[in-house]
């Protein structure tokens, strides 16, 4: 029999998770909120450019999201930024990165020292790499944060200067909060070596292939290409279909990718265990503002693909992208757009502000930095909250316990999404394909269970407790819609009326 499975959250996890169970010839039922498919995804018409408003790039050093283009056949559509070099705003001027670091941290003293990101005393600082005893940390040891990994080795400059910049700029959160393990395990295995210069060294991979691909039409492409083949395979989308608990009715396993501060009100009641590890999950919120500066406004063309900003300087702006730089294809040529960050984990000032103020905020900021001397002709702000799950030390453990306690009071129920193995698109697509996986091998483990009869040796196989009949998606949604049109609800999973049975079935949709 074709296995049912419901996803739950459309956001790229969701879909990647549907399109693997597609074609692996499932039955799949998508079950989305809002009435946008992507999650965090968008792209839209800005002066008449395609514009990415959330991410607008995915990694291209690990397959995954590269093979799902080709897959969808955008293989032709696929482009790399035209420039990769950033820079740090310090000392009142852009100052750009050092050649070889890894996500912050330096892989040669002479770079770094060449590039005047840190004061000479810092540099002597990193020079005591190579000198200081091999570090004790070894493979199986804990956890720690990644501000405090470096700052033993390579001193707090490195951190305030590169490192938090960068990790800031990828999960809006400082970095000597952040889990090792969950965000860099590259630099844990750098941490092993003599020098951690020498270990980064080790561990940067081919520098000489592009690190970011992204698509002709922006990222809503590859949404947009994934859904017309889901529903084309066969795939029911609902949009506008909010779900409040889980396991979906009628479904035999059910992908939960929403959120987990939503993911934890789902599992409330089926598994309040996995709901509390979930619910400790911090949340950062940014603001993405796209401007678009006429070319004559800058003294010198921007060079290279932006600037990060380090917390120590006060500044509103985290991370300035020179998009069109990076992307030509987002302006005119006489055109220059910038995509301007702000905010981070414990800096809401960005977010206190009304839109006006805040892009007069930050073209105050980018007229001390990049001199320039006209308005913006065009800006548009996006608040993203709650946006940033923070991967806190001991993250993969409060995962691991999330997912256990997920295995025992809910087997065929599969959590994944952004805030628990990697927030990158190619890690999302990765986690949700693999949930797929699981879950059908769940489907076919607990299917012959029940054929077998022999349910002793799993506890895997806990009995479910049946969804209460009406609960979940009878009840979403409700407050918002009672004052317009009628609810349209998505009770259980469709069933075809048996033979002679022409009762009218409520149990759909659209
Ligand atoms: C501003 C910004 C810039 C970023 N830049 C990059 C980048 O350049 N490169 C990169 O690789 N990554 C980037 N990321 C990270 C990446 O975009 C996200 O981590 C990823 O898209 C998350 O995908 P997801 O499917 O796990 O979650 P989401 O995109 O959050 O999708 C979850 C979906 O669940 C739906 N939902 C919520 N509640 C319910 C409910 N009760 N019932 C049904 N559905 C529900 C939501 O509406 C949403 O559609 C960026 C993120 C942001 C915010």
Redo the contacts with the bound molecule.
Sequence with gaps: MTPRVAV????????AAAWELLRAGAEVMV????E??????VTDDIGGHRVD???????ARTPE?TELCRELGLEDELVTAATEHAAVWVGGRLRPLPRGILLGVPSRLVSVARSRILSPGAVARVALDGLLPRGRRKDGDGDLSVGDLVTARLGHQVVDRLVDPLFGG?HAGPSKDLSVQATAPQLAAAASARSRMRGVRAQRGDQAKPA?HSLRGGLGQLVDRLVEELRAGGATIHLG????SVPVEGAEATIV???AH?TA??LATASPDAAAQLRSIDHAS?T?TVLAYPASAFPEPPDGSGFLVPQSGGHLITACSFASSKWPHWAEPDEVVLRV?AGRFGDERALDMKDIELVQHLHNELVEVLHLTQAPVRARV?R?ID??PQYRVGHLERVASMEAALRRDLPGVEV????YRG????T?IA??RTAARRALASIVARSTLEEDGDFEDFDYVDVVEPASPGSAWAA?GREEREASEPIQMVTSWPTPPAPGDDQEHDSHVD
């Design positions: 739950v959250g459309g956001g790229i996890t969701g879909l079950l989305e909120s809002s946008h498919l992507g999650g965090k995804i408003l959330g991410p607008d790039a995915f990694v999201a990828i970011f279909s909010p779900v409040d990718a929403t959120p939503v009100g789902l940014v993405v960050s996006t993203w946006a940033f994944v999404g952004a805030a927030l990158g698109i190619t999302c986690q949700g979403v």
